[in-house]
């Protein structure tokens, strides 16, 4: 992880940035049910996932999140933090094996109508598999501090 301290206004419209991979494993699907409590047959059940569509196990959405937004966090800002995330979405599975990585575009920065020191920093965070195909989308929310 790198200190990249940054303030609203070093933010750019349009700046991209790419992680690294991370394959999924059948020991992260246990972890995420026992963390979470969702032993749906979805996830933990390959015989009954045989018989649908999916033909096998998907990965919980949650957990598809976490790692998928844990491996963007390569940067430590003090001058920055999560407000939220919005619009998220599961346009594809993820199945064990299969490798996934995110990609970030500031999509827009705009004034934050409470809080005058800050300002909102809006990143579109795709999460796609090993073949390019999306399995995730949100947009992180975050609240960056003004200068001065």
């Known amino acids: 992880m790198r200190e990249r301290p940054r303030y609203f206004e070093d933010y750019v419209l349009g700046e991209q940035r790419e992680t690294h991979g991370r394959t999924i494993t059948e020991t992260d699907f246990v972890v995420h049910a026992g963390h979470t409590g969702d032993f749906f047959p979805h996830h933990m059940d ?16 949650t957990m598809t999140f976490a790692i998928g937004i844990g491996l ?24 064990i094996g299969d490798t996934i990585r995110t990609l970030l575009k500031v999509t827009a920065l705009e004034a934050d109508p409470k809080r005058a020191g800050f300002g909102r920093v809006v990143e579109t965070c795709i999460v796609v598999n090993q073949r390019g195909e999306v399995v995730m989308a949100c947009e992180h929310v975050l609240l960056a501090e003004r200068k001065g």
């Open 72 to 95: 963007t966090a390569n940067e430590i800002n003090p001058h920055a933090f999560t407000y939220g995330y919005e619009r998220l979405r599961f346009p594809k599975p993820v199945f």
């Open 46 to 61: 390959a015989e009954f996932m045989k018989g649908t569509h999916f033909g096998q196990r998907i990965a919980h959405g």
